[in-house]
């Protein structure tokens, strides 16, 4: 690899963290963003689909996007999803919030989680965007399961953002530049 190549592949190597409330449009925003990119475009899908409502906005999600990429499902495994995909391909994870309300209805170590999910999005091996819910701009939840969920994405969204390269807050389908 020449000198200028090493440079621009390293240069790919980033975390882009978009962040926003629902509806805010910051699952398409880095949709756009990944397809900035050559294809395939690894969209790795947290979400499960429960009830009726989740399976529409799964197909809507999975409409939205054309030829190019390439659907990982990882409703838990975020982290195995991540390290098994090829170095240089760009990445969506949409969203870490779907992803940590897996783990606590599961009832697994939701910290060591987190920090198994930090540890790999601070080593991007290509363009990686992901996706997160800001949810604690409203209201404080009335039982303690949601304010626990909460407390703990707050304390997620920071440790993404914190080694994120780039962090944008989506509001009414504006990008902000926050880092």
Known sequence: MTGATAANAASNRKLTFVLGGARSGKSSHAENLT????????????????????????????????????????????????????DHQPVLID?????????????????????????????????????????????VPDNALARRFRDAAGRLNQQVAAIADNVLMMVAGLPLKVK
């Open 95 to 139: 969203c870490l919030t779907l992803w940590l309300t897996n783990h606590m209805l599961a009832e697994h170590d939701v910290e060591a989680e987190c920090r198994r999910l930090a540890d790999v999005l601070s080593r991007p091996r290509g363009p990686w965007f992901v996706v997160s819910n800001e949810v604690g701009l409203g209201i």
């Open 35 to 86: 397809t900035a990119h050559l294809s395939p475009w690894a969209y790795i899908a947290t979400a499960q689909a429960f009830d009726d409502e989740m399976r529409e906005r799964i197909a809507l999600h999975r409409s939205r996007r054309g030829e190019g990429w390439v659907t990982v499902d990882a409703p838990l495994d975020l982290v195995g999803a991540i390290e098994a995909l090829p």
